[in-house]
């Protein structure tokens, strides 16, 4: 029989999540804002927490009903049969998001939840499960609209884009799943040149090269699911197998980075080397308005910097045209990307955007900016115009 889950992801890229699932085994897919519904088997489940690049979590959906006041809440999370899926030893965590929901309060649904959680633990065997909100065994998501609740068992622990390496970050870092949806509305494809000219911690780079070597962005990590009494381990082998067997070797790959910033680069090297990637990127110290591009058309991609302390905007100011100028001068023939929170940006870089996507980093609403270069033009190719 088929289960209900849900998929939050990073907003703007819920489209791209929502053919990512179907690939994936999903079936009944809705893209809705903040996330993807759908159906499917476990086995649907563990594929997509082991191989989705772009989701945040799965949420398996255990409960449904409506409701008027906390009491109702309290008696649908006590009539679902917690035990069946773990035991009183494991820890819980309850975390709670509403939407027009005309209760006052979150912390007293949560501690609600937790009473009904804790209560039907009692009932069943005489024991409660201890709440542990740093690392818990099990975290039970709990959604209201204006009159229903929906209550969800998360499969996959810490959130997914916490790929299991990255020893080395920077400040503002570029959530991995994010990145990896940036990639894939730029539309590049492996074999295809790529350069991050402002790499920081080297998020894109390495994103390009897990997709291009086709590893499954999960192999290096534990999931929740793992621990539940119902988990199929064997099923879970055979996934974890048959992502192994698709895993290509460590290979040079048309896929550079540089920063101006040599601790960045530093930082960069240090993460893709604790990813088994180092030798299939290639890493410079070199300033993005001197740079030139490594072949004759590509991607480029970046994040660039936005000003958040005194000062900073105007540096901005002054750096923003003359990154216009060496897109313009150097990268003609390439389709260059900067997505930014900055709306200062568009209007100072001097160039045409042929396409704007909104984008969330977070609570931070930002833009995909697509540039396409022309070769042997000091100007970008005309496009029709874009909706901001």
Known sequence: MAEHFFSPCPRGLETALAAELEGLGARQVQAVPGGVGWQGDWTACQRANLESRIATRVLWRVGQGRYRAEVDIYKLAYSVTWAKWFTADDTIRIHVTAQKSPLKSLEFI??????????????????????????????????????????????????????????????????????????????????????????????????????????????????????????????????????????????????????????????????????????????????????????????????????????????????YPRLGDALKRNWGGWRCYLFTADIQLPKLIGLKASRRTPLFNGALECRLYEYRMVAGSNRSRDAAPASS
């Open 110 to 319: 949560t501690l609600r939840v937790k009473d009904a959680v804790c209560d039907h633990f009692r009932t069943v065997s005489g024991r409660r499960p201890s709440v542990d909100t740093a690392n818990p065994a099990v975290r039970i998501h709990v959604f209201l609209t204006a009159d229903t609740v929906t209550l969800y068992v998360d499969t996959s622990g810490e959130a997914l884009y916490k790929r299991g390496y990255k020893p080395a970050a920077v400040e503002a870092p570029l959530k991995e799943n994010l990145a990896a949806g940036i990639l894939r509305l730029s539309g590049w494809q492996p074999g295809e040149a790529l350069v991050d000219p402002m790499c920081g911690s080297g998020t894109f780079l390495i994103e390009a090269a897990l997709m291009a070597l086709d590893v499954a962005p999960g192999l290096g990590r534990k999931f929740a699911f793992e621990r539940f009494r119902h988990h199929d381990r064997s099923a879970w082998t055979a996934v974890r197998a048959a992502a192994e067997r698709r895993r290509q070797a460590p290979r040079v790959l048309p896929v550079f980075g540089s920063d101006i910033v040599g601790e960045w680069v530093r930082r960069s090297r240090l993460n893709l080397e604790a990813a088994g990637l180092a030798d299939c990127v290639r890493l410079d110290r070199a300033d993005v308005l001197e740079r030139t591009p490594p072949a004759a058309e590509g991607v480029m991609v970046a994040n660039p910097p936005y000003g958040v302390r005194i000062g900073e905007a105007e540096e901005l100011a002054a750096f």
